[in-house]
Structure formats: structure tokens, C-alpha cells
């Protein structure tokens, strides 16, 4: 039944949708610019959502359905990745060229017909520009570039996903030197892909800042990957710390063709993990080829010290007995003719002297010796040969013999010890 209003089935109405955005001008292969979000491929289908974003807020300000259809997919795919080295995924912006689509059941979407990757490649480009400015102006973006070198760099921070291909290749080229230069490494992992990449490696530098004096230097590597896969590390905050940090930093972060901010800002860059080794093993190197070249210049002015003093040896030992006899001749000449005269008149007062000396002390003996004291009147009494001073000591009976000065000696017997 029906109340007179003409009602229409809904496929019929949605046919009319799409049968008038068929022949609307303007609907077809039309070019827009949007942002990916949930990029999903499914039957060698390509389906995603373009999301246009207010530019200060960021939110959305208009959304649609998007498929790439299998037909077409194979083709802009191999030709986006040839572009810009990326898959395409969520969260890159895009030029596609568009045809709207009205489905009965599925309703409205969008089919890309056609991608420009030279826009996506431009965006990235530009974003870092941006980056690259506001460093600039801040006044820290050569900061880390004007880092010394410290002489020996061994002690290595290393910054990078645990199990990484390309932390492995770092290790290995680095410890298995052909030089045998030892270095220390220890790994602050972090995420090295995705959302999370910046405030991961930010918190691996501020690990290594809280034992910043164990360190010679960090080194943040990653294997190579696509560029939107990079974009992560075009990232004002990740770049300002890099920039600001205190030791000089080594960024090895994908192949040759890849550029990020962070090789603008930190010290060295280079192409990849394994580079970031080689570069560590040149600075070594060259501290190395320093203390070779000052230990051969050692030994060089020792060397010519050594065959100077050989020298002067050499000429002393031939020239010192033509020195010494050349000595003598002079003192001798210095002497003149009168000298052994002038010896022998010295010699003669000398002993002169001594023979007047000996006859004093002659005298003075004289005066003390035991017959000076006899004749004198003073007698000595002997006992068994020797002198007596106390007749105490002389036992009864004891023979003395008392000697006088002149006559003969007189001998006694002790009696009562009196």
C-alpha cells in the first residue's frame, strides 16, 4: 500500500546517487591532497581513509573511504616505493588523483587512479626544512657539530633496537678491527620505528647524560629503511637534544640516499651502522698513528743524542793523554828552573822544626822520668818488681828492695805488716 507519496526503494534512490555522480563534472580524476590513516591492502586491494586536518588544531575537517583496486595497485605501488623508498602507508600525506564512487551497498568512496610521490617526497622535505630553521634560530643547531673529539674515543654509548640487524653489523666491524683497537660498548636500547621513536631515543640520551663521564662519545644507529619509514627522525625534540647533547654523537641511520634532521645536527654522519664503526676505528687509528710518530721521534733525538755523546767520546779518548802530557808540560814550565832547590831549603826548615820539637819533649821526659826523681832524695820501694805506694798492701814477711840514687839497693823484710 501506499499513501500517494511516490516512494522509492532505496536502491533506487542510491542508484540515482550513483548514476548522477557518474555524469557530474568534476567528480572524475580529480587531484586532492590528504593524509592517509589506517592503510590496509587485502585481495591485492589497497583501502585507506584520507583525512584533510585543520592545520593549527589538527583536527579532522573532512574524511573519506579510499581504495586503490588491484588493477592499479601493482603499478602506483612499484612506482610510490621507486619515489620516495617507502611502502605506502598511515600518516603520510599524498597527491592522489581521485573518481568519486557511489555503490549501492557500499556506499561512497573514493578510487585512486593515480599518486604523485614527488608530493610526498616534498612534504618530507619541507618538514625538515622547518626543523632545520627553528634550530637554527634557537641557536643550538652546530652545537654538537663543533663537539672535540676526545684523543682516544673507545668508550662507546650505542643507541639502537636489541637485535638489530644493523647494531650486529656496528659490533662486529668494530671489535674485529684489523688494527686489534679495543673499544668498550654498551647498548641503551630504544624503538627505532614508529610514533615512539623520538621520546625513546630521548630517553636513551638522557640515560647516558646520568653517567655522562663513562662515555667518549654515542653513537645512534639503524639499518637502512624507507624514507617515510625514517620520517620519525625529523623531529624538532629529537633533533634539539641531539644538537644539545655533550658528547660528540655519530648518527648512522639508513643508506647513502637517506638524510634525516639528526645528520644535520649531530657531529658525524654517516651511511650506515657499519660506517659509524669505521668512523670510530679512524679516530683510533689516528690517535694511534700519534703515539707511533712521537715514539719514533723519541727515538730519533735519543738516537742523536747516543752518537753525539759517542763522539765526544770518541774524540776525549784520543785527545787525553796529548791533554795530559800538554798539563804537566805547563805546570812544569809554570815552575821554572829553581824549584828543587826551593824544595830542598822547605824540606830542611821543616825538619829543623820537628828535631827542635823532639828535643823539648826529650827534655821534659827527662824531667820525669823515675832517676830524675832519685836524684832528687826520693827512693823507690819495689815488691816482687813493683812499686809500692801503700805499705798496707805488703804482707808479713814480704822482702822489698828500696833503690836510692846512688849506692846500691837495700833490701828489708816486713814484719807485723810494719
Known amino acids: 500500500m501506499t499513501d500517494g507519496r511516490n516512494a522509492i526503494s532505496l536502491a533506487e534512490l542510491n542508484g540515482r546517487i550513483t548514476r548522477s555522480l557518474a555524469s557530474t563534472p568534476g567528480l572524475s580524476n580529480v587531484w586532492v591532497v590528504a593524509e592517509t590513516s589506517d592503510v590496509r591492502t587485502s585481495g591485492g586491494h589497497c583501502y585507506m581513509e584520507l583525512i584533510q586536518k585543520d592545520p593549527d588544531s589538527g583536527a579532522p575537517l573532512a574524511k573519506s573511504r579510499a581504495v586503490i583496486w588491484a588493477s592499479a595497485f601493482a603499478r602506483l605501488g612499484a612506482a610510490f616505493y621507486a619515489a620516495t623508498g617507502s611502502r605506502l602507508r598511515s600518516d603520510m600525506k599524498i597527491m592522489a588523483q581521485v573518481t568519486v564512487n557511489f555503490h549501492a551497498v557500499y556506499g561512497f568512496t573514493l578510487v585512486i ?6 608530493y610526498t617526497v616534498g612534504d618530507l622535505i619541507r618538514r625538515r626544512n622547518e626543523i632545520i630553521a627553528q634550530l637554527q634560530a634557537d641557536g643550538v643547531y652546530d652545537l654538537n657539530a663543533s663537539l672535540p673529539w676526545a684523543p682516544t674515543p673507545c668508550r662507546v654509548a650505542v643507541i639502537s633496537a636489541r637485535g638489530a640487524a644493523g647494531y650486529g653489523d656496528f659490533l662486529k666491524h668494530l671489535y674485529l678491527n684489523p688494527l686489534r683497537l679495543r673499544f668498550s660498548t654498551e647498548l641503551f636500547e630504544a624503538v627505532m620505528q614508529g610514533e615512539r621513536t623520538s621520546e625513546s631515543i630521548i630517553s636513551a640520551l638522557e640515560r647516558i647524560m646520568e653517567r655522562i663521564d663513562d662515555f667518549d662519545c654515542a653513537v645512534i644507529i639503524r639499518g637502512g629503511g624507507a624514507v617515510s619509514d625514517l620520517a620519525s627522525f625529523d623531529d624538532y ?12 654523537v655519530i648518527v648512522g641511520i639508513g ?13 658525524t654522519r654517516v651511511k650506515t651502522p657499519t660506517a659509524a664503526a669505521e668512523a670510530l676505528i679512524g679516530h683510533m687509528a689516528d690517535a694511534l698513528a700519534a703515539v707511533t710518530s712521537t715514539g719514533r721521534n723519541i727515538l730519533r733525538a735519543a738516537s742523536d743524542i747516543m752518537a753525539g755523546q759517542h763522539r765526544q767520546l770518541a774524540y776525549y779518548s784520543g785527545n787525553l793523554p796529548a791533554l795530559a802530557r800538554s798539563v804537566v808540560e805547563r805546570n812544569r814550565m809554570r815552575l821554572g828552573a829553581d824549584t828543587p832547590a826551593q824544595l830542598r831549603a822547605a824540606v830542611n826548615a821543616i825538619i829543623t ?3 827542635d820539637r823532639l828535643d823539648a819533649l826529650g827534655e821534659i821526659l827527662d824531667t820525669l822520668s823515675p832517676e830524675a826523681t832519685l836524684r832528687r832524695g826520693y827512693t823507690i820501694t819495689r815488691y816482687e818488681g813493683r812499686a809500692v805506694a801503700d805499705p798496707a798492701l805488703l804482707p808479713d814477711g814480704a822482702e822489698i828492695i828500696t833503690i836510692f840514687a846512688h849506692g846500691k839497693d837495700v833490701k828489708s823484710t816486713v814484719r807485723n805488716g810494719k
Open 113 to 118: 587512479n593515480n599518486i604523485d610521490p614527488e
Open 237 to 248: 625534540e629529537l633533533a634539539y637534544n641531539v644538537a644539545q647533547f655533550p658528547l660528540p
Open 255 to 267: 643508506h647513502e640516499r637517506d638524510v634525516t634532521v639528526l645528520d644535520y645536527v649531530a657531529n
Open 353 to 355: 822544626r820537628r828535631a
